[in-house]
């Protein structure tokens, strides 16, 4: 069965510190990848997605994510962290057989302290 | 761009009752939508796809003759939780998308609690 792991539940950290979410599925074919934010109140929102091309996408609000391959692995990353970054970070996989349908992970709770 | 809104954001109802949440995609029209539940510290689990015009597709262990929906608009899905009892208790949330290559867009959700 297909899955989408997030490494870790929850990171605390403070302001300008680097963060990296680990985020690995399970499948052979073709995926598209999303990351989706979920800040404290709101609804969810997507912070960046790869289709194709350059593994290496940027999102909004200074965050980027990498996909290799090889590793089945589409990690996010941010250099520098704002409080306002504390929210649920969700990794999603859409594979090419599940009619557009994604399955996410069990997302990540960040805190940053000021 | 891409707004999607879902009514109501809370519901508090006796057990027995049937509750139901609409989900509007308010700028773009949704050829799919999808239905969430999320449970507490977990991930959202789809409970259906619902295309305009078209019965929804289920997952598996999710009870159809439970959860009705019904898609007939492009900007329009409904979830009806029939005769809901505690156990249904819980976060449903909606997405709407444009195409298949398109991300999907999330309502803000509704807080069911059944008593």
């Known amino acids: 069965a297909q899955s989408v792991s997030q490494h870790n539940h929850h990171v605390i950290l403070s302001e300008a510190a680097s963060l990296e979410l680990g985020c690995n599925y399970s499948y052979g074919g073709t995926v598209n990848l999303f990351w989706y934010v979920q800040y404290p109140g709101q609804h969810l929102q997507l912070l960046l997605k790869y289709f194709s091309g350059d593994p290496l996408v940027k999102g909004i609000k200074g965050f980027e994510a990498e996909f290799i391959k090889s590793k089945f692995s589409f990690n996010l990353r941010k250099p520098s962290v704002q409080w306002s970054d504390t929210a649920e970070y969700f990794c999603?996989?859409?594979?090419?057989?599940?009619?557009?349908?994604?399955?996410f992970g069990a997302g990540t709770q960040v805190v940053v302290t000021p | 761009g891409a707004v999607v809104s879902q009514h109501p954001s809370r519901v508090i109802c006796k057990s027995g009752t049937s509750v139901k949440i609409e989900c509007r995609s308010l700028d773009f029209q949704a050829t799919t939508m999808f239905w969430y539940r999320q449970f507490p510290k977990q991930s959202l689990m789809l409970m259906a796809t619902s295309n305009e015009g078209s019965k929804a597709t289920y997952e598996q262990g999710v009870e159809k003759d439970k959860f009705l929906i019904n898609h007939a608009s492009l900007t329009l899905s409904t979830l009806t939780v029939t005769s809901a009892h505690p156990e249904d208790s819980s976060f449903y949330i909606c997405?709407?998308?444009?195409?298949?290559?398109?991300?999907?867009?999330f309502g803000d959700g509704t807080r069911l609690s059944i008593l």
């Open positions: 997405s709407a998308r444009k195409t298949v290559n398109q991300p999907q867009h």
């Open positions: 999603a996989v859409m594979t090419t057989d599940s009619w557009g349908k994604l399955q």
